[in-house]
């Protein structure tokens, strides 16, 4: 789960880091949004689910990113196309074989989503870099705003695991 989130961040910060190196967020910042996610992924993990099967996909593709890929959450509207480049990503970069639990798989998608990255700097390149003020808003308020439903997210994915977390 946390995965699907940290890809899409990921992307953008990406895509962000590509198109002006002094706007991303600091290594702290993104460091106190990823280190209780982190720690989240691992209690699901010690429950033996293994996130990253078909059914997990579609689980992310119908509850997490209409959330986070909303106006309401970004603050404004992603350009046109973007769910397309996001299908794209995960038929290129997503086997439903994968565990994201298991490091080998983490590192085969990241590093997929990174070369993915630099053609969609070249699609999007004018326009990802209005994103960056919005990126470091979402990093900065993550703990006071954002982080709670996050972690609501990882519990309701537990849930369709038989699993409380």
Not at 41 to 65: H, N, R, S
Request: proline share 5%; aromatic share 10%.
């Amino acid at each position: 789960m946390r995965f699907f989130i940290a890809t899409f961040l990921c992307f953008l910060l990406s895509v962000v880091l590509e198109a002006q190196a002094d706007c991303p967020p600091s290594d702290d910042a993104i460091q106190t949004m990823t280190t209780p996610l982190g720690a989240k992924f691992q209690e699901v993990c010690k429950l033996g689910i293994k996130p990253g099967g078909a059914a997990d996909v579609k689980w992310v593709k119908t509850v997490l990113l209409p959330y986070y890929l909303s106006k309401s959450f970004i603050g404004t509207a992603l350009p046109k196309g973007i769910e397309k480049e996001i299908d794209n990503i995960l038929m290129k970069c997503h086997k439903n074989s994968y565990n994201y639990c298991t490091e080998p798989d983490r590192v085969k998608v990241a590093s997929c989503v990174k070369g993915i990255a630099g053609s969609l700097m070249l699609k999007y390149g004018s326009t990802a870099m209005s994103y960056c003020p919005v990126l470091d808003k979402i990093v900065g308020e993550w703990p006071s705003k954002h982080q709670a439903k996050a972690m609501k997210f990882m519990t309701a994915y537990c849930k369709t695991k038989g699993k409380t977390c």
